[in-house]
């Protein structure tokens, strides 16, 4: 219980830090209910990271926020009609000491510019760089000196290519990946019997290992024994429910991971829909006691109906 009141309290601050947003401009990133959980593991991360690394000497005064597929700043959640925030204002708005400078990079024309009059219209322009393009391109081209950096790479399937993975993976920083599980064994699916993706995911991986993949699982464990390459802590949260995916940090080693472990002990007794009830709990369209006995209700029912399936051939009614 306390997990889901904790995931109903972040997911109110969400959708209350939307309101004024959605009066800048209504072009929203089209979202779903497991949505609210990746962009809530990354707001607990951006509290984790300014609380720590501002005091570290050799990197205070010079961290940046990377976001490699910001969206428009704000996301339209199509199962309960809600708006929230996105990752770029997570990480304007939750920070503990702010970034010295965020980049925000957006190929969609139309949600780049909403994400540009949002910033300026909240007055942020001086500490952000927005590009409208593709983050394979931006990203090696960068001038980026930054001490130590924080890079949100929310991807929706095989966005962004191991080459340019590998150019922040050279510098000091912690990395947050969204990798989509289930639709990349799809995917890989596809890719095996040579129908479409095989390129893509040549890119995605930089090389062929994704042949060695049976299965999604093995595609994953490919991708992060890569990552472990430059980066010494990679762990994963799995999101579970009616789609799954999973949630990679790569980063150095050291007492705060621990933070991230307690988010993946929380999350393991969360799923999507969990999110949604959270959200509809937020509009006041249930309420708590009302939800907890139709969910009783039915599972008493369900029960029920195996145990009559079970017994109809006895004469037991």
């Not at 909403?114 to 090696?140: H, K, M």
């Not at 991807?155 to 922040?168: A, R």
Request: hydrophobic fraction near 40%.
């Amino acid at each position: 219980m306390a997990d889901f009141e904790w995931l109903k309290q972040k997911i109110e601050m969400l959708r209350g830090f939307a309101e004024k947003l959605c009066k800048i401009s209504n072009v929203h990133y089209q979202a779903h209910s497991w949505t609210p959980l990746k962009l809530l593991t990354l707001m607990y991360w951006v509290d984790v990271y300014t609380r720590i690394i501002p005091k570290q000497s050799a990197f205070s005064g010079n961290y940046w926020y990377l976001d490699l597929l910001a969206g428009s700043g704000t996301n339209y959640i199509r199962e309960t009609n809600d708006v929230i925030v996105g990752s770029p204002f997570i990480a304007l708005l939750f920070a503990r000491k702010p970034f010295t400078r965020h980049i925000f990079i957006e190929l969609n024309r139309e949600r780049a510019r909403a994400l540009r009059r949002r910033v300026e219209a909240l007055r942020y322009s001086e500490r952000v760089s927005i590009y409208q393009s593709d983050c394979n391109t931006i990203i090696p081209k960068l001038n980026m000196n930054a001490k130590h950096f924080l890079a949100f790479i929310d991807c929706e399937g095989l966005d962004v290519n191991w080459e340019t993975q590998e150019t922040l993976l050279e510098k000091r920083g912690d990395i947050i990946v969204v990798f989509q599980t289930q639709e990349l064994q799809r995917t890989l699916g596809r890719a095996k019997k040579g129908l479409s993706d095989k390129e893509k995911l040549g890119d995605f991986l930089g090389d062929s290992s994704w042949k060695r993949a049976g299965d999604v699982k093995k595609l994953l464990e490919i991708y992060m024994n890569k990552l472990k390459s430059y980066r010494k802590y990679v762990e994963r949260i799995e999101i579970r429910g009616e789609y799954k995916y999973d949630i990679i940090l790569a980063c150095r080693p050291g007492p705060y991971t621990k933070a991230w472990q307690c988010l993946k002990e929380r999350y393991s007794k969360l799923t999507n829909k969990d999110a949604e009830l959270a959200l509809r709990m937020c509009k006041g369209e249930i309420r708590a006691l009302d939800e907890f006995f139709s969910v009783k209700a039915e599972s008493q029912q369900l029960r029920l109906n195996r145990f009559l399936k079970k017994n109809e051939n006895y004469g037991l009614y």
